[in-house]
């Protein structure tokens, strides 16, 4: 798992030092867009993975994915140049960590808060408010709902994970009880 990291690391820093930083977006899109169509077509994902194919049928593949959705000449190249190292299987991994690059260049950082209830529009601005202070970055915030927390929500911010959930408190006072 950590070799799988560090060979993903490697490849979005090579994405994100090749593509401008006004332009990641549109690329991200792009090869997000490749990466839906890998995981959907087994036969596409055997085609540009597998050591049966040579380097020329996995880049005529690459070419004709390129073709039917229109994916611009660097993107194209930059697939070629996956499929030829025996990286493109892990698009998923290298979108990811280029993605976290792209928002830490961007003093941006995304949140995840799990709620009990649906959170209104006034709080989520403040909750975003007092998270990129918190941060001192531009927070993209993710909401989702898991009725089981009682009240309260969970925060996720990259490792960070911060738990007021009504669920949470009382696990940490049970904890506390056995403890005892």
Do not use: H, W
Request: proline fraction near 2%; aromatic fraction near 8%.
């Amino acid at each position: 798992m950590a070799d799988t990291f560090k060979i993903a690391r490697k490849y979005a820093k090579t994405l994100f030092n090749a593509v401008e930083i006004d332009k990641f977006e549109e690329a991200f899109g792009q090869l997000s867009l490749v990466n839906e169509v890998m995981q959907k077509s087994r036969d596409i994902f055997s085609s540009l993975t597998s050591p049966l194919f040579s380097l020329n049928e996995k880049e005529r593949t690459v070419g004709i994915i390129s073709g039917a959705i229109n994916l611009s000449g660097n993107i194209e190249k930059y697939l070629k140049y996956l499929a030829a190292n025996g990286a493109i299987a892990i698009l998923p991994e290298i979108l990811k960590l280029a993605v976290d690059m792209y928002r830490e260049k961007k003093k941006k950082t995304k949140a995840i808060v799990i709620s009990a209830v649906e959170i209104s529009e006034d709080i989520g601005r403040r909750l975003k408010d007092i998270l990129g202070r918190l941060t001192s970055k531009d927070v993209e915030i993710e909401y989702d709902n898991d009725p089981s927390l009682l009240g309260g929500f969970i925060i996720k911010m990259g490792s960070t994970m911060y738990d007021s959930s009504l669920k949470g408190q009382l696990k940490l006072l049970e904890d506390e009880l056995i403890k005892g």
